[in-house]
């Protein structure tokens, strides 16, 4: 199975700010990436799929990057309501798997 | 629109079984994928299988394959996730999810929690 490790665990900013968050896999997955957002009692939502292509009705300062074994997901300047957990998922091998989160709160 | 509704809340007692419905709406059962995936309390996401409405093929996850059973009915245009001899590491909230752009999770149930207690 491959896993997923994403950093920081935690990230504390403020609004205006650029977040970039990590997601390291054990062995490549080629573009085969997607990252999602999940706010608390939601379920979570499509951000950026194939590494760098942002979903339907995703705001431009969400942008994605990287291939094989290392991705990030970049914020360009956090709005309120940016702050939330976010996964990343691997579908290039069989079984899926997810990282296990990277929370960004506000400081 | 896209919709997937998923069945209420549950409480179950260990060693008992469950099945959760998700029934699909503004669109054929067929044409997609369906996973599903769960999150334990306080814990990130866990992918737990996966179907092929329109052949019947699934996949699981290792650790759950020898419990777990996920059908479809078209009829119904509906999925269900049956997991059985449940046990306290099983409660979670039990999501359904259907692949859209590129095969990864672009539309989600609601989400159904699970309790497993004595």
């Known amino acids: 199975e491959i896993v997923l490790t994403q950093s920081p665990a935690t990230l504390s900013l403020s609004p205006g700010e650029r977040a970039a968050l990590s997601c390291r896999a054990s062995q490549s997955v080629s573009s085969n990436l997607a990252w999602y957002q999940q706010k608390p009692g939601q379920a979570p939502r499509l951000l950026i799929y194939?590494?760098?292509n942002r979903a339907t009705g995703i705001p431009a300062r969400f942008s994605g990057s990287g291939s094989g074994t290392d991705f990030t997901l970049t914020i360009s300047s956090l709005e309120p309501e940016d702050f939330a957990v976010y996964y990343c998922?691997?579908?290039?091998?069989?079984?899926?798997?997810f990282g296990q989160g990277t929370n960004l709160d506000i400081k | 629109q896209v919709h997937l509704v998923q069945s209420g809340a549950e409480v179950k007692r260990p060693g008992a079984s469950l099945k959760v419905s998700c029934k699909a709406s503004?669109?054929?059962?067929?044409?997609?994928?369906i996973h599903w995936v769960r999150q334990a309390p306080g814990h990130g996401l866990e992918w737990v299988g996966w179907?092929?409405?329109?052949?019947?093929?699934?996949k699981s996850s290792e650790r759950l394959q020898d419990r777990l059973t996920i059908t479809g009915d078209t009829s119904a245009n509906t999925a269900y996730l049956e997991l059985s001899s449940l046990t306290s590491d099983d409660t979670a909230v039990y999501f359904c999810?259907?692949?859209?752009?590129?095969?990864?999770?672009?539309?989600w149930g609601q989400g159904t929690p699970v309790t497993v207690s004595s």
């Open positions: 999810a259907r692949e859209g752009v590129r095969y990864f999770l672009e539309y």
């Open positions: 179907i092929s409405p329109s052949d019947g093929n699934t």
């Open positions: 503004g669109y054929t059962l067929t044409d997609f994928a």
């Open positions: 194939d590494a760098s």
């Open positions: 998922h691997q579908r290039a091998n069989w079984p899926d798997s």
